[in-house]
């Protein structure tokens, strides 16, 4: 049987905590030497783990940043569920603000990597981009749920990429980080009177 055999019998299974441990050393050497510069072997020098272990897990560069960044993301957005839709909007505005604070220029940088390697930038959308979005925009259809709005407004589509440009965007256009008061205004002036009346 596949799976049986002495070597796979030998080899431990990796942990759920212990596979954090290493996406987590992944986005420390990201934020330390960029996308360009960041190795295989300086993640697993940092994650304390052979370049094999890493190989075994991820394909390749591409695909371990894209499933870092995944992994460290600000929050799980389907665990948030405060009973009301202005409520579950602004706890996903106050993480996106504390991972602003933190990854803001990351975020950028990596932006322009994704335009010019397509092999990370596929990664990045399937094993970020689109399931991140989903769970974004699940935060409205638990609202169509609880009966807060009679179904998926058209809205909501646009949803993750005002969220993430508002919050990435800020320091280009407005020379400062958006902060909590900046992403809630947003939510109360923009994204919610667009969710409750499209």
């Not at 050497?29 to 295989?40: F, H, N, P, T």
């Amino acid at each position: 049987m596949p799976g049986t055999d002495d070597a796979s019998l030998r080899r431990p299974r990796m942990s759920p905590e212990r596979a954090i441990e290493m996406l987590s050393a992944t986005m420390d050497v990201l934020r330390e030497v960029g996308y360009e510069d960041l190795s295989m072997d300086l993640v697993a020098s940092r994650a304390r783990c052979s370049k094999a272990t890493l190989y075994r897990l991820w394909p390749g560069k591409p695909q371990l940043v894209a499933a870092a960044l995944y992994a460290t993301r600000p929050g799980k957005a389907e665990e948030i569920n405060t009973g009301a839709l202005r409520g579950d909007l602004l706890t996903m505005v106050e993480l996106l603000a504390s991972q602003a604070e933190k990854d803001t220029g990351l975020f950028a940088a990596l932006s322009h990597a994704v335009l010019t390697d397509e092999e990370l930038a596929l990664a990045v959308r399937t094993s970020l981009v689109e399931p991140w979005l989903a769970e974004m925009v699940g935060v409205v259809d638990r609202a169509v749920e609880r009966g807060e709005l009679p179904s998926r407004p058209v809205a909501a589509g646009f949803l993750p990429e005002l969220l993430l440009s508002v919050t990435f965007m800020r320091p280009l256009i407005g020379g400062r980080l958006a902060d909590s008061d900046y992403l809630t205004g947003c939510i109360d002036h923009v994204l919610l009177p667009a969710l409750m009346t499209s």
